[in-house]
């Protein structure tokens, strides 16, 4: 079964420094990965999605990268800004123990960026 | 607007009582999803559907029923067979079962 670990858990950088957030995942049969951002007591919402034919995906200063031989994925942020301060969750999408497809998601980096 | 809209916002609940969080989309969405989420825990999987009249268990359905009678609904019931339903419940839709998930605001639900 799928499982997917971001480190770390929290990270502090000061406004305007360039960040990358790390996902890693065990199953590199992984059909996609999706990376969401949450903020406090609210819903997810959806940045960037990649399927596991595709290297990487770009929106904006968002820069998403899919490696499925190491197991591993990457959220670049360029030129953070306090309104980047959030809750970054990766989620690998396969085929669960059923034969179905499923997302399963990581515990998150909780990203403060500092004025 | 489009969007998926989940009430109530916030949700207290007795011991013994079986509660229902609603959800709602109107982005012509034919899979929807049922996640709970703890604190410092991932999401977890509940219930899900591909279509409607159709639903599949997640990881964690013990304890909890839904029903998919409408496209555009997906109610999930907390039965009172769910012995630690304090969570917070985000339901999600995508327009097939493979394809960027979008969440609703979320229900908080409290076991008083």
């Known amino acids: 079964k799928q499982e997917v670990t971001q480190i770390p858990a929290a990270l502090s950088v000061p406004e305007g420094e360039n960040l990358v957030l790390n996902c890693s995942f065990t199953d590199s049969a992984i059909y996609n990965l999706q990376w969401f951002r949450q903020d406090p007591g609210k819903g997810l919402t959806s940045l960037l999605l990649?399927?596991?034919?595709?290297r990487e995906q770009t929106s904006g200063r968002l820069n998403a990268s899919l490696d499925k031989s190491s197991g591993r994925s990457t959220l670049y942020i360029a030129a953070s800004q306090p309104g980047d301060s959030a809750t970054y969750l990766c989620a690998g999408g396969a085929n669960s123990g059923a034969g179905s497809y499923q997302l399963t998601f990581g515990k998150g980096t909780k990203l403060s960026v500092i004025p | 607007d489009g969007g998926i809209t989940q009430s109530p916002k916030y949700l207290f609940r007795k011991e013994g009582q079986n509660v229902t969080l609603s959800c709602e989309q109107n982005l012509n969405h034919d899979a929807m999803y049922w996640y709970r989420q703890d604190p410092g825990q991932g999401l977890r999987l509940i219930y899900y559907s591909q279509i409607v009249n159709d639903f599949q268990k997640g990881d964690i359905a013990e304890g909890y029923s839904v029903s998919r009678e409408k496209k555009e609904s997906f109610p999930l019931t907390v039965t009172s067979a769910q012995k630690n339903p304090t969570a917070f419940y985000l339901c999600a839709s995508s327009i097939a079962h493979t394809d960027t998930q979008y969440f609703g605001p979320g229900t908080r639900l409290t076991v008083l």
């Open positions: 990649i399927q596991s034919s595709q």
